[in-house]
């Protein structure tokens, strides 16, 4: 449902070619949410994302403790999560359920460690030091953000209203 009524542009409708009275930061600000979301010291990345949701990924965005991450979610898992300490030299706790285990990190020797009990890991990270984590057994080439394909329709990329004419070429 969410990829016939959202467009890659941030415009979205209430039906087949009906823009909302809303306002688009509303929503964004709803999915950021379901993509990236930071309280009680951890850091939940895809919390609001189901497996059937479809693909989602997202490029630098802040969450509490002034880190930046990136993440992919493909085929109903996490494929990675990025993250930088962007101000301090710091521990970053990440909650990120669809995640498979074991991981790895890259570089190489960034500590970090798993809690058995809730899945979080921490990883400890310097200041500006990026650090991917990433199931063991995936192929580097699928660290990738990358848009997510939206199929073309009756709006252009402002999610203004196309002319009827232009709709049939």
Avoid: K
Avoid at 129 to 156: E, I, M, T
């Amino acid at each position: 449902m969410l990829q016939s009524q959202i467009q890659a542009n941030a415009q979205y409708t209430d039906g087949p070619g009906d823009p909302t009275g809303e306002t688009p930061p509303a929503l964004m600000w709803g999915l950021q949410e379901m993509l990236l979301s930071s309280f009680n010291t951890t850091i939940h990345v895809f919390r609001g994302w189901g497996r059937d949701s479809g693909d989602a990924s997202f490029h630098d965005l802040r969450a509490e403790g002034a880190f930046a991450l990136s993440a992919n979610f493909s085929g109903g898992e996490t494929c990675f999560v990025r993250v930088v300490s962007v101000a301090r030299d710091a521990v970053a706790r990440i909650a990120a359920r669809t995640l498979r285990t074991p991981l790895a990190v890259s570089p190489a020797g960034v500590p970090f460690t798993v809690d058995p009990a809730s899945g979080v890991v921490s990883i400890t990270l310097s200041r500006g030091q990026p650090a991917l984590l990433y199931p063991a057994d995936a192929a580097p080439r699928s660290f990738v953000v990358a848009p997510v394909a939206q199929p073309s329709g009756s709006s252009n990329h402002w999610g203004l209203r196309l002319p009827q004419a232009a709709r049939a070429a």
